[in-house]
Structures are given as structure tokens and as C-alpha cells.
């Protein structure tokens, strides 16, 4: 299975350490978040990977080149312009291939053994689900007991999408290139029960502000 990291964001909500740093490479505990996800992948078995980029782009490619120094095979998908999570995954299909794949998010940091999602896919997609953080209290999805994910549903036990997940691509038929959000696709599929999923056990943090970086960097001293 071929995995894809999403590096394409601009990291706003970083400043000023994105005016000059593309958000992925932003280090905690002097190492750049991209390659917790790197090491994280190659010790669960995965050896082919793309990554999109964006803004300040080349300096991924300048820092990660082919991967060989993980045990890994890096492929790039430029962007230019952000084409959003669904544009920028379908923009790299040709890269991926014809079977499921890994996606996850450049800027989440988490402890999650990917070994668990190498494996078969029996469903069109497949979460990786979190309880609520503080800064999105209201989650995404509900997750059934038969672990199968839908949409959120008034008064309902929700859960956040980590970021995480396993895609095929007929996920993305009818689809065109331009920016577009992965959300809707899910939730197609979700409504044709063609998702499953499970919630994440283990530390997870989504890397959006200065707060959560130092949090991590906590996580990180506290395991060593």
C-alpha cells in the first residue's frame, strides 16, 4: 500500500514561523513534523510515498529528497496554487495507483501505529476518528458499533477526523481537476454505508497553533 502525506497548507495560523517555513517542516523537539509521519510510516512497513505541496513547497522536496535516508521512495505532487484536501489528493492519483492508499495530514502529530491500516480495504474509505478536541468540541462523524462512520447527527456522540484514513480511489469518480473539499465525497459515501472506521488510541494533536506545537513538544519529552 502506497501512502500520501498532505503538506499543501499554508499554516496561517502559524505565523511567522510559516512566512519563511512551510508548515510541515516546523520542528518540534528539533525535528521537522513531516518526519515523525516518515519514520512513523516506514516502521509500519509502507516504502512508496507522495507528498503535495504548495507554499514554500521546494523547500520539502530541498529538505526530504528521495527518501532513501527513511528506507523510503518520496514522490512529489506540486501544486502552485492549494487545490484543497480532495483537489490535491485527486491531482496525485496517477502517482498512487489503482488500489486503496494511506492518507494523512503533514501537520497532525500522533503516536498511531499505521501498521493497522496496512491492510485490505472493504469499504470505499476508512476513518481514523478522535474524541472531540477542545478547539472542534462539536467532532464530524459518529462512529456505529458496527464500525461503519456516518455523518453527525443532532444530539448524537460525535468523534473528529484525525486526519487519517485509507482511501480507494473510485472515491473519486466524476471527479474533475480544480480545488475542491474531501468532505462531500465522504459523506456520499457515508450516506451508501461505504465507510468504516475506528477511533484513534494513543496521543493525537492537530499542530494548528503555537499552543498545540508546545503541546506536543510536551508529549515528545514526556516519552522520552
Request: hydrophobic share 45%; net charge negative.
Amino acid at each position: 500500500m502506497k501512502a500520501m502525506i498532505l503538506a499543501a497548507g499554508k499554516g496561517e495560523r502559524m505565523r511567522p514561523l510559516t512566512l519563511t517555513t512551510p508548515k510541515p517542516l516546523i520542528r518540534a523537539a528539533g525535528v521537522p513534523l513531516i518526519e515523525y509521519h516518515l519514520r512513523a510510516l516506514a516502521r509500519a512497513g509502507f516504502t512508496e510515498i507522495v507528498i503535495n505541496h504548495a507554499w514554500l513547497g521546494q523547500q520539502i522536496e530541498d529538505h526530504l529528497g528521495d527518501g532513501s535516508r527513511f528506507g523510503l521512495s518520496i514522490r512529489y505532487s506540486p501544486e502552485g496554487e492549494p487545490l484543497e484536501t480532495g483537489g490535491g489528493i485527486f491531482r496525485a492519483l496517477p502517482l498512487l495507483g489503482d488500489e486503496a492508499f494511506l492518507v494523512v495530514n503533514g501537520d497532525v502529530w500522533t503516536d498511531y501505529d499505521f501498521r493497522l491500516l496496512n491492510r485490505p480495504l472493504a469499504a470505499m474509505a476508512h476513518l481514523v476518528l478522535v474524541d472531540n478536541p477542545a478547539h472542534h468540541t462539536a467532532g464530524d462523524f459518529i462512529l456505529s458499533d458496527d464500525a461503519r462512520v456516518r455523518d453527525a447527527e443532532p444530539g448524537a456522540q460525535t468523534l473528529t477526523y484525525s486526519g487519517i484514513a485509507v482511501l480507494h480511489p473510485d472515491l473519486f469518480q466524476g471527479c474533475t481537476p480544480g480545488a475542491f473539499k474531501l468532505a462531500p465525497l465522504l459523506r456520499k459515501a457515508m450516506a451508501d454505508g461505504q465507510v468504516s472506521g475506528e477511533r484513534l488510541q494513543g496521543h493525537w494533536v492537530d499542530v494548528g497553533t503555537h499552543e498545540r506545537l508546545a503541546e506536543v513538544e510536551t508529549l515528545l519529552e514526556a516519552s522520552h
